[in-house]
């Protein structure tokens, strides 16, 4: 089985996740590992191609490519084998809901579970973070409407289970929506991540990495009625049981 990094929020063409990208390279435990994009909620933004080949390429020293799923057709096969060659995968941010229709159509979510369970790392920021969890807190809603629109739950690929995966957690005023959401669903484990702050799930254990030292990482609960909210400690471990 792989490992999940899963970033908070930040930007990676500014270098304010930095830290936390040289985590996901070494993650891979090779010197030059192939690093695969996939930046589907953005709908296959050329900057944001342009930036994480700067970011992951020219700086840190992996073999880039982007897997565009909007605006190239690819067949099932070139999927398959872009997916399962590379080391490391990186979702990009954006339109989260948007972006698991993409994949499923496309049977993306397949090839990124057989990387996972062949130990490739899995990562991403905000929608693509998100995705590797069973639920999301989402502005999808921010996308698809004009003028008024409400922060939803949405599915993601579920490899991890029973967590509700809340990204931009103390940036975009979340924390009562978050908090609301947990309250509709009591039986679910909580993860709120700021920017640049981060967790990594891996076997049994769950860590927080962070590119700032104020950035914060929660574990929420649904505890006899009351919302609890715990933070995590860059450089502990806790065992994912707690999830």
Known sequence: MGSIIAVGGGSIDSGETLSIDQRIVEQAGKENPRALFIPTASED????????H????DRLGCETEALKLTKKKHTEEEIEEKINSSDLIYVGGGNTREMIETWKEKEVDKYLKKAYENGSVMSGLSAGAICWFEYGHSDSESYEQDGEWSFIQVEG????????FCPH?????REASF???????????GLA???N????????ELKVLKSRDDAKAYI???TEGDFKLRELSEGEKYPTKEL
């Open 45 to 52: 933004s050329e900057g944001y191609i342009e930036a994480f």
């Open 54 to 57: 700067e970011t992951y390429g």
């Open 157 to 164: 690929l579920n490899f991890v289970g029973n967590v509700l």
């Open 169 to 173: 957690y103390h940036q975009e005023n």
């Open 179 to 189: 908090e609301k959401m947990m309250r509709n669903n009591p039986d679910l484990t």
């Open 193 to 195: 991540v700021d920017n």
């Open 197 to 204: 702050a981060a967790v990594k799930v891996e076997e049994k």
């Open 220 to 222: 929420a609960e649904i």
